[in-house]
């Protein structure tokens, strides 16, 4: 059991999907990211920050009101870029905002604004001090990015993040909610982790 961040280890340390870079832990695990007792939950926002369904409806109606009020304050959040609250009544302290891209047929720039989201959600919890996040797989439900090819992306740029960029993070884990998208996930992993 991983008692620090509420989640029972799924395979020991070092096998399977779960890796090291740099110090950090970085793994994947399937489940339901409100649960998380992660410093940071990442949601699945949209520009205005307005809420919505996915991920982001499921994070407001668990975490409650708090977490609208402060998205009120902060009026948007344009793609690529993220924004920090409260976590409300969420186990985790912070919510992080992140806007992924809505996906066009892949021509217009989505593969550098996903990744600019989840760097920038790095960004931000490494300026507050935190040191676990978890994130749920952006852009790959209602924004339609093709889970193989933004599940690529997505570990590409943690593991680019956690190798030149300053942060004491201790574990980035994906917390992924349904068997396809764990499975592209895991062979994701298995192409991006071993180049590093
Ligand atoms: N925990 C973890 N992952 C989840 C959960 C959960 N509780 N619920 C859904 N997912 P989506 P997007 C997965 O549509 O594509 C919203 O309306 C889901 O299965 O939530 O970035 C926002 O307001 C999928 O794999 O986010 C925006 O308008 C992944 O989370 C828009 O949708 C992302 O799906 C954002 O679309």
Excluded: W
Excluded at 9 to 21: I, K, M, N, S
Excluded at 101 to 130: K, M
Aim: overall charge negative; hydrophobic content about 40%.
């Amino acid at each position: 059991m991983n008692a620090r961040h509420g989640l029972p280890r799924l395979r020991p340390r070092g096998l399977g999907h779960e890796g090291r870079v740099r110090g950090a832990v970085l793994e994947l695990v399937q489940g339901d990211i409100t649960d998380q007792e992660t410093d940071a939950i990442v949601n699945a926002a949209n520009a205005r920050l307005a809420g919505g369904g996915g991920v982001d409806g499921a994070i407001h109606r668990a975490g409650g009101p708090r977490i609208m009020e402060e998205c009120r304050r902060l009026g948007g959040c344009p793609t690529g870029e993220a924004r920090i609250t409260t976590g409300g009544e969420l186990k985790a302290r912070h919510v992080i905002h992140a806007v992924g891209p809505v996906y066009r047929g892949g021509a217009s720039g989505e593969e550098h604004l996903l990744a600019s989201a989840y760097r920038n959600s790095l960004r931000l919890a490494a300026e507050h001090g935190l040191e676990s996040v978890a994130f749920p797989s952006l852009s790959t439900g209602a924004y339609g990015y093709p889970v193989q090819d933004a599940a690529e992306v997505a570990l590409q740029a943690i593991v680019e993040f956690l190798e030149n960029e300053r942060h004491g993070l201790e574990l980035v884990r994906f917390v992924l909610f349904d068997r396809r998208t764990m499975e592209a996930f895991e062979e994701a992993f298995e192409r991006v982790l071993p180049r590093h």
